[in-house]
């Protein structure tokens, strides 16, 4: 039974894009950034700029890529979308399965995370605080974890490109402003004089319990796909 066209509800789009949003990279890349502004004493006018441009940088990669993909996958015949959501939604299961890994072995063996040599890349870019190289290291960040750690964006633009119009538009740009807010809250509360420390400590603190809220979210928005492929789940 082929796909019908459902768009998936505003709840979907916004649970997955709030546990996508705890991501490690590009949380790690602003904490890293910030850190830079404050050790060459940047004033806090510089800081919100830099970070902000940064943090818009992400926010534009990824819906352009998310604009680019959706409509690629929405061209393909219905037909067809039922044995490719089967296939994503395998794809987007084994993903929450080796995120759920790292939560209790983490690091060891294979693990959804950017290549050390991006992860050097990135960190050297960094180091560039100028108007185009924040804008650079966000693009870079948002281009190079898409693939390591994009599979919940996965599967809401699989979803989305069942039934590709303005509506579906909409919640594509619904999730990227979600995807980025826990950069803005971090920029705003070292802004306003929280302690950059916390945050890293946080981070560290919490990586595998990030890890497995993104596993198991995974894991069930793969379900979901495949329910959806055979006919069984629709939004109706």
Known sequence: MAVEAYLPTIATVVVTALIDSINPCAIGVLILMISILLGKRKSMHDMLLYGGLYIFAVFLTY????????????????????????????????????????????????????????????????????????ILVGMFVAAVELPCTGAPYLAIITLLSQYFDF???????????????????????????????????????????????????????????MLIANGTINFG
């Open 63 to 134: 819906l352009l890529a998310g604009i680019g993909l959706t409509y690629a996958l929405s061209t393909i015949p219905l037909f067809v979308t039922e044995y490719l959501s089967i296939g994503v939604g395998l794809l987007i299961v084994f993903a929450g399965l080796l995120e759920v890994k790292d939560f209790f072995w983490y690091g060891k063996g294979f693990s959804l995370q950017i290549p050390a040599r991006f992860a050097a890349k990135i960190d050297r870019y960094a180091q560039n605080v100028t108007i185009p190289g924040v």
């Open 167 to 225: 509506t579906a538009l909409l919640l594509l740009v619904l999730y990227n402003v979600i995807f980025v807010l826990p950069l803005i809250f971090i920029l705003l509360a070292v802004a306003a004089g929280k302690r950059l420390s916390t945050f890293k400590k946080w981070k560290q603190d919490n990586r595998g319990t990030m890890r497995l809220f993104i596993g198991l979210m995974l894991i069930g928005m793969g379900w979901l796909l």
